[in-house]
Nanobody
Framework: QVQLVESGGGLVQTGGSLRLSCSAS????????AGWFRQAPGKEREFVAA????????YYSDSVKGRFTISRDKAKNTVDLQMNSLKPEDTAVYYC???????????????????????WGQGTQVTVSS
């Protein structure tokens, strides 16, 4: 079992930055791919960003590409999401997610699907004021 805990959310003005961190415990996170999703009020949860288990591949939704960066520190068992140039439409609860890899390669589309992920954090609120 892997437990994921997000931190770093908060209130920020339009154009500002936040860095979310996801801390994994229970098992080494090295063999897990990781992703970030978000859910705004009244909307379904949506994909934000993901990284392959070895960090070799990253994936972003069109809405955050160029503004958000996902990274991981295997030694610390953490996955971070650096969010720059934040907009009011980025306001949401952000969730960290992970799945244990069982093969060397996954098609990029695999990372975008919520059902791919086995483990989820409780979420952290990000609010961007206009």
């Amino acid at each position: 079992q892997v437990q994921l805990v997000e931190s770093g959310g908060g209130l920020v003005q339009t154009g500002g930055s936040l860095r979310l961190s996801c801390s994994a415990s229970g098992r080494a996170f090295n063999n897990y791919a990781a992703g970030w999703f978000r859910q705004a009020p009244g909307k379904e949860r949506e994909f934000v960003a993901a990284m392959s288990w070895n960090g070799g591949s990253t994936y972003y939704s069109d809405s955050v590409k160029g503004r958000f960066t996902i990274s991981r520190d295997k030694a610390k068992n953490t996955v971070d999401l650096q969010m720059n140039s934040l907009k009011p439409e980025d306001t949401a609860v952000y969730y960290c997610a992970g799945f244990r890899v069982t093969q060397i390669y996954y098609a990029g589309s695999y990372y975008y699907k919520e059902g791919t992920y086995d483990y989820w954090g409780q979420g952290t609120q990000v609010t961007v004021s206009s």
